[in-house]
T-cell receptor
Framework: KQEVTQIPAALSVPEGENLVLNCSFTDSAIYNLQWFRQDPGKGLTSLLLIQSSQREQTSGRLNASLDKSSGRSTLYIAASQPGDSATYLCAVIKAAGNKLTFGGGTRVLVKP | EAQVTQNPRYLITVTGKKLTVTCSQNMNHEYMSWYRQDPGLGLRQIYYSMNVEVTDKGDVPEGYKVSRKEKRNFPLILESPSPNQTSLYFC???????????????FGPGTRLTVT
Protein backbone atom coordinates (compact mmCIF):
# COMPACT_ATOMS: atom_id res chain seq x y z
CA LYS A 1 0.00 0.00 0.00
CA GLN A 2 1.34 3.39 -0.99
CA GLU A 3 2.09 5.70 1.94
CA VAL A 4 3.02 9.33 1.56
CA THR A 5 4.69 11.24 4.38
CA GLN A 6 5.43 14.92 4.78
CA ILE A 7 7.82 16.02 7.50
CA PRO A 8 7.71 18.39 9.26
CA ALA A 9 4.00 18.82 9.83
CA ALA A 10 4.51 22.52 10.51
CA LEU A 11 7.17 25.05 9.67
CA SER A 12 7.70 28.70 10.55
CA VAL A 13 10.24 30.91 8.76
CA PRO A 14 11.00 34.62 8.53
CA GLU A 15 10.07 36.43 5.35
CA GLY A 16 12.73 36.16 2.67
CA GLU A 17 14.06 32.79 3.73
CA ASN A 18 13.90 29.90 1.26
CA LEU A 19 11.40 27.16 2.06
CA VAL A 20 12.22 23.48 1.67
CA LEU A 21 9.30 21.08 1.93
CA ASN A 22 9.78 17.34 1.91
CA CYS A 23 7.62 14.50 0.65
CA SER A 24 8.45 10.80 0.76
CA PHE A 25 6.54 7.82 -0.64
CA THR A 26 6.98 4.11 -0.10
CA ASP A 27 6.20 2.69 -3.56
CA SER A 28 8.34 4.01 -6.41
CA ALA A 29 5.92 2.74 -9.09
CA ILE A 30 4.26 6.11 -9.62
CA TYR A 31 3.00 7.92 -12.69
CA ASN A 32 3.42 11.37 -11.33
CA LEU A 33 3.64 13.52 -8.23
CA GLN A 34 1.63 16.66 -7.74
CA TRP A 35 2.13 19.48 -5.25
CA PHE A 36 -0.86 21.45 -4.00
CA ARG A 37 -1.46 24.46 -1.83
CA GLN A 38 -4.44 24.69 0.52
CA ASP A 39 -5.48 27.83 2.34
CA PRO A 40 -7.54 27.44 5.53
CA GLY A 41 -11.05 26.23 4.75
CA LYS A 42 -10.40 26.45 1.03
CA GLY A 43 -9.86 24.14 -1.90
CA LEU A 44 -6.66 22.74 -3.30
CA THR A 45 -4.67 24.73 -5.82
CA SER A 46 -2.33 22.75 -8.04
CA LEU A 47 1.21 24.12 -7.96
CA LEU A 48 3.36 21.70 -9.92
CA LEU A 49 3.06 18.31 -11.56
CA ILE A 50 6.12 16.13 -12.11
CA GLN A 51 5.82 13.15 -14.41
CA SER A 52 7.68 10.01 -13.35
CA SER A 53 10.14 10.47 -16.23
CA GLN A 54 11.07 13.97 -15.06
CA ARG A 55 13.48 15.04 -12.34
CA GLU A 56 12.16 18.52 -11.70
CA GLN A 57 9.63 21.18 -12.58
CA THR A 58 9.80 24.93 -12.11
CA SER A 59 7.21 27.66 -11.95
CA GLY A 60 8.27 31.13 -10.88
CA ARG A 61 9.68 30.94 -7.35
CA LEU A 62 8.68 27.27 -7.06
CA ASN A 63 10.87 24.33 -7.94
CA ALA A 64 10.00 20.71 -7.31
CA SER A 65 12.36 17.78 -7.66
CA LEU A 66 11.59 14.09 -7.88
CA ASP A 67 13.83 11.13 -7.07
CA LYS A 68 11.75 8.04 -7.73
CA SER A 69 14.43 5.57 -6.73
CA SER A 70 14.66 6.99 -3.23
CA GLY A 71 10.95 7.78 -3.01
CA ARG A 72 11.40 11.50 -2.40
CA SER A 73 10.25 14.84 -3.70
CA THR A 74 11.21 18.29 -2.50
CA LEU A 75 9.38 21.55 -3.08
CA TYR A 76 11.56 24.67 -2.91
CA ILE A 77 10.01 28.09 -2.55
CA ALA A 78 12.51 30.87 -3.03
CA ALA A 79 12.42 34.13 -1.09
CA SER A 80 9.31 33.31 0.92
CA GLN A 81 6.58 35.90 1.44
CA PRO A 82 3.78 36.11 4.02
CA GLY A 83 1.36 35.24 1.20
CA ASP A 84 3.06 31.85 0.96
CA SER A 85 1.59 30.91 4.33
CA ALA A 86 -0.63 27.88 3.70
CA THR A 87 -0.64 24.10 3.93
CA TYR A 88 1.31 22.35 1.21
CA LEU A 89 0.28 18.86 0.18
CA CYS A 90 2.03 16.38 -2.04
CA ALA A 91 0.20 13.53 -3.73
CA VAL A 92 1.26 10.64 -5.91
CA ILE A 93 -0.53 8.66 -8.57
CA LYS A 94 0.43 5.04 -8.64
CA ALA A 95 0.86 3.25 -11.93
CA ALA A 96 -2.32 1.94 -13.55
CA GLY A 97 -4.68 4.31 -11.83
CA ASN A 98 -5.55 7.94 -11.34
CA LYS A 99 -6.20 8.01 -7.61
CA LEU A 100 -4.17 10.59 -5.73
CA THR A 101 -2.62 9.36 -2.50
CA PHE A 102 -1.95 12.38 -0.33
CA GLY A 103 0.56 13.14 2.35
CA GLY A 104 -0.58 14.77 5.56
CA GLY A 105 0.68 18.18 4.51
CA THR A 106 3.12 20.73 5.90
CA ARG A 107 1.59 23.85 7.40
CA VAL A 108 3.82 26.82 6.60
CA LEU A 109 3.85 30.19 8.33
CA VAL A 110 5.99 32.96 6.87
CA LYS A 111 6.48 35.74 9.41
CA PRO A 112 6.80 39.33 8.18
CA GLU B 1 -12.31 30.24 -17.08
CA ALA B 2 -11.45 26.57 -16.60
CA GLN B 3 -12.85 25.43 -13.31
CA VAL B 4 -14.49 22.81 -11.15
CA THR B 5 -17.56 24.04 -9.29
CA GLN B 6 -19.36 22.49 -6.35
CA ASN B 7 -22.69 23.27 -4.77
CA PRO B 8 -23.57 23.89 -2.08
CA ARG B 9 -20.41 25.20 -0.46
CA TYR B 10 -21.80 24.78 3.04
CA LEU B 11 -24.54 22.47 4.24
CA ILE B 12 -25.94 21.61 7.65
CA THR B 13 -28.40 18.76 7.68
CA VAL B 14 -29.90 16.14 9.97
CA THR B 15 -29.29 12.42 10.14
CA GLY B 16 -31.18 10.47 7.49
CA LYS B 17 -32.18 13.34 5.22
CA LYS B 18 -31.03 12.56 1.69
CA LEU B 19 -28.78 15.12 0.06
CA THR B 20 -26.85 15.65 -3.14
CA VAL B 21 -23.67 17.63 -3.64
CA THR B 22 -23.20 18.66 -7.24
CA CYS B 23 -19.91 18.87 -9.11
CA SER B 24 -19.41 20.29 -12.57
CA GLN B 25 -16.33 20.91 -14.71
CA ASN B 26 -15.98 22.88 -17.94
CA MET B 27 -12.70 21.39 -19.17
CA ASN B 28 -14.14 18.39 -21.03
CA HIS B 29 -12.32 16.07 -18.63
CA GLU B 30 -13.08 12.37 -18.74
CA TYR B 31 -11.91 11.60 -15.21
CA MET B 32 -13.73 12.88 -12.14
CA SER B 33 -13.54 11.89 -8.49
CA TRP B 34 -14.68 12.74 -4.99
CA TYR B 35 -12.50 13.06 -1.89
CA ARG B 36 -13.23 13.77 1.73
CA GLN B 37 -10.83 15.54 4.05
CA ASP B 38 -10.83 14.90 7.78
CA PRO B 39 -8.42 16.10 10.49
CA GLY B 40 -5.77 13.52 11.15
CA LEU B 41 -6.89 11.33 8.25
CA GLY B 42 -6.08 13.61 5.34
CA LEU B 43 -7.71 13.34 1.95
CA ARG B 44 -9.26 10.03 0.96
CA GLN B 45 -10.95 9.07 -2.27
CA ILE B 46 -14.64 8.16 -2.12
CA TYR B 47 -15.60 7.36 -5.72
CA TYR B 48 -14.24 8.03 -9.14
CA SER B 49 -15.39 7.95 -12.75
CA MET B 50 -13.27 7.29 -15.80
CA ASN B 51 -15.98 8.49 -18.20
CA VAL B 52 -19.74 8.71 -18.70
CA GLU B 53 -21.54 5.74 -17.13
CA VAL B 54 -18.25 4.37 -15.74
CA THR B 55 -17.85 4.69 -11.97
CA ASP B 56 -15.94 2.78 -9.31
CA LYS B 57 -15.29 2.78 -5.59
CA GLY B 58 -12.39 4.53 -3.99
CA ASP B 59 -11.05 3.91 -0.50
CA VAL B 60 -14.07 5.02 1.55
CA PRO B 61 -17.26 4.49 -0.51
CA GLU B 62 -19.59 3.31 2.28
CA GLY B 63 -22.66 5.51 2.64
CA TYR B 64 -22.18 7.30 -0.69
CA LYS B 65 -23.48 6.95 -4.22
CA VAL B 66 -22.48 8.64 -7.45
CA SER B 67 -23.68 8.84 -11.02
CA ARG B 68 -22.12 10.04 -14.26
CA LYS B 69 -24.81 10.63 -16.84
CA GLU B 70 -23.07 13.57 -18.47
CA LYS B 71 -19.40 14.19 -18.97
CA ARG B 72 -19.36 17.50 -17.13
CA ASN B 73 -21.31 16.47 -14.00
CA PHE B 74 -20.52 14.04 -11.20
CA PRO B 75 -22.92 14.39 -8.25
CA LEU B 76 -22.27 12.83 -4.85
CA ILE B 77 -25.35 11.41 -3.16
CA LEU B 78 -25.77 10.69 0.53
CA GLU B 79 -29.03 8.77 0.80
CA SER B 80 -29.08 8.56 4.59
CA PRO B 81 -26.39 10.85 6.01
CA SER B 82 -24.91 10.10 9.40
CA PRO B 83 -22.78 12.26 11.73
CA ASN B 84 -19.61 10.38 10.71
CA GLN B 85 -20.05 11.83 7.23
CA THR B 86 -19.45 15.32 8.58
CA SER B 87 -16.45 16.38 6.55
CA LEU B 88 -15.00 18.66 3.88
CA TYR B 89 -15.70 17.24 0.43
CA PHE B 90 -13.76 17.92 -2.75
CA CYS B 91 -14.51 17.10 -6.34
CA UNK B 92 -11.62 16.78 -8.79
CA UNK B 93 -11.23 16.27 -12.53
CA UNK B 94 -8.53 15.58 -15.10
CA UNK B 95 -7.94 14.23 -18.54
CA UNK B 96 -8.13 10.47 -18.66
CA UNK B 97 -4.86 8.70 -17.83
CA UNK B 98 -3.37 6.61 -20.60
CA UNK B 99 -0.24 4.59 -21.19
CA UNK B 100 2.42 5.68 -18.74
CA UNK B 101 1.07 9.17 -18.32
CA UNK B 102 -1.44 10.74 -16.03
CA UNK B 103 -2.52 14.33 -15.91
CA UNK B 104 -2.79 17.25 -13.56
CA UNK B 105 -5.90 17.10 -11.42
CA UNK B 106 -8.00 20.17 -10.67
CA PHE B 107 -10.03 20.52 -7.52
CA GLY B 108 -13.24 22.31 -6.71
CA PRO B 109 -13.54 24.77 -3.82
CA GLY B 110 -14.94 22.21 -1.40
CA THR B 111 -18.26 21.56 0.34
CA ARG B 112 -18.32 21.66 4.11
CA LEU B 113 -21.00 19.25 5.31
CA THR B 114 -22.24 18.97 8.87
CA VAL B 115 -24.64 16.17 9.79
CA THR B 116 -26.32 16.52 13.20
Amino acid sequence: KQEVTQIPAALSVPEGENLVLNCSFTDSAIYNLQWFRQDPGKGLTSLLLIQSSQREQTSGRLNASLDKSSGRSTLYIAASQPGDSATYLCAVIKAAGNKLTFGGGTRVLVKP
Amino acid sequence: EAQVTQNPRYLITVTGKKLTVTCSQNMNHEYMSWYRQDPGLGLRQIYYSMNVEVTDKGDVPEGYKVSRKEKRNFPLILESPSPNQTSLYFCASSLSPGGYRSYEQYFGPGTRLTVT
